[in-house]
Every structure is written in C-alpha cells, then in structure tokens.
C-alpha cells in the first residue's frame, strides 16, 4: 500500500507506475492523478489534449479516422506497446499511398486528384475509364499525368523513346511489317 502525494489516498502499488529513481520504486502520484497533471500541464501549454474512449476488449481505436474497430481490421506490430501497429489497416493504406506520391514523385493526394480533373477523368492515352497511376519521366523524374495501369506500363516499357513507340503504332496498324514490292521478286523492307 502507498499514499499518492497529490490525492492524499491510501491505494495499493499497482495504482502507481514504477519509477526507478525513488526509494520505493515507484512514483509519487497514482496513476490517476498523473494523468490528470500531464493534461494539465499539456492544455496550460496550449496544446490540444485527446479525450480518452473507453474501448472495449479485443478491439483498438484507430486516431485517424477516430473509429474503434476490432483487431482484425489492424496490422499486427511486435514493436507496438499492444501488439497492434498505430491506427487501422485502411487509414494506413492512405497515409502509404500519401507517402508514396510525396516520396516517389513530389506531389500529393490532392494534386494527383487535380491532375485527373485537368484530363476530364479519363485516362488520356486509351480515353478509357478512369485514371489511377501517376505517369512521370524516367529520366527527369517530372511528373507527366496520370494514366491506366496498362497505358503506364506499356510506357515504362518501350523505355519512353518516342522513336520505339512510333515504330510500335505503325506495327499495329500494320504498316512497318509489311515489305513492299519494288520490282519483281524484289521487296524493300521498311526502315
């Protein structure tokens, strides 16, 4: 049993957490009235104080998106104080996918989303549904705008060389393969 110096209460240790530097090993405010000081001292600083939610078991309260969700929808991190990593799995998803633009290509969420309001919404070499990767220059690493996954892909491809991909749409419209007739017996292949 211990006497908190701030409530004057007689309570039992587990109501106190444990600190090294005094005699007994543990501090001088219960837990209670520490949590109380810290908001205090945190508010008189002018900063904003989280109400706490009393959450039930089996289940974590995401900060982000202030919902209380159960355990299935966290990641799990041993690194965690509970085992479950800091906020749930989909307002991860969006802070990842944030980094990702910020990091990769130096825009954010919001100007991607710009980018394709810019285009009409559709993508803009296949004009077909809606766009969802951001195309950039390899070389420059400038940001071009924003494509289909194939459309992208077709680009990283043929390596961004506008002379392969000339080449590439004369293929398909059947023009570069076809050899034409010069003389009898004699085709010329196109260059």
């Given at each position: 049993?211990?006497?908190?110096?701030?409530?004057r209460?007689?309570?039992s240790?587990?109501?106190f957490?444990?600190?090294?530097?005094?005699r007994?090993?543990?501090?001088?405010?219960?837990r209670?009235?520490?949590?109380?000081?810290?908001?205090?001292?945190?508010?008189a600083?002018?900063?904003?104080?989280?109400?706490?939610?009393?959450?039930?078991?089996?289940?974590?309260?995401?900060?982000p998106?202030?919902?209380?969700?159960?355990?299935?929808?966290?990641?799990?991190?041993?690194?965690?104080?509970?085992?479950?990593?800091?906020?749930?799995?989909?307002?991860?998803?969006?802070?990842?996918?944030?980094?990702?633009?910020?990091?990769?290509?130096?825009?954010?969420g919001?100007?991607?989303?710009?980018?394709?309001?810019?285009q009409?919404?559709?993508?803009?070499?296949?004009?077909?549904?809606?766009?969802e990767?951001?195309?950039?220059?390899?070389?420059?690493?400038?940001?071009?705008?924003?494509?289909?996954?194939?459309?992208?892909?077709?680009?990283?491809?043929?390596?961004?060389?506008?002379d392969?991909?000339?080449?590439?749409?004369?293929?398909?419209?059947?023009?570069?393969?076809?050899?034409?007739?010069?003389?009898?017996?004699?085709?010329?292949?196109?260059?």
């Amino acid at each position: 049993m211990k006497r908190c110096s701030r409530c004057r209460r007689v309570q039992s240790r587990d109501a106190f957490a444990g600190n090294r530097a005094m005699r007994d090993g543990l501090q001088a405010y219960c837990r209670e009235c520490q949590a109380a000081h810290c908001k205090a001292r945190q508010e008189a600083a002018g900063r904003t104080v989280r109400v706490k939610v009393p959450v039930p078991s089996g289940r974590k309260r995401c900060p982000p998106c202030e919902e209380v969700e159960p355990h299935a929808d966290w990641e799990p991190n041993r690194t965690g104080s509970d085992g479950w990593s800091s906020c749930c799995r989909e307002c991860r998803a969006q802070r990842n996918r944030a980094s990702c633009f910020k990091r990769k290509y130096g825009i954010t969420g919001a100007r991607r989303d710009r980018m394709i309001v810019d285009q009409g919404g559709v993508r803009v070499i296949c004009r077909e549904g809606p766009a969802e990767h951001v195309d950039h220059d390899h070389r420059t690493g400038k940001v071009r705008g924003v494509l289909c996954f194939s459309c992208n892909a077709a680009l990283g491809h043929l390596k961004d060389r506008p002379d392969v991909i000339r080449r590439a749409a004369a293929y398909v419209e059947g023009n570069l393969w076809n050899p034409t007739l010069v003389a009898q017996g004699v085709y010329r292949q196109p260059s």
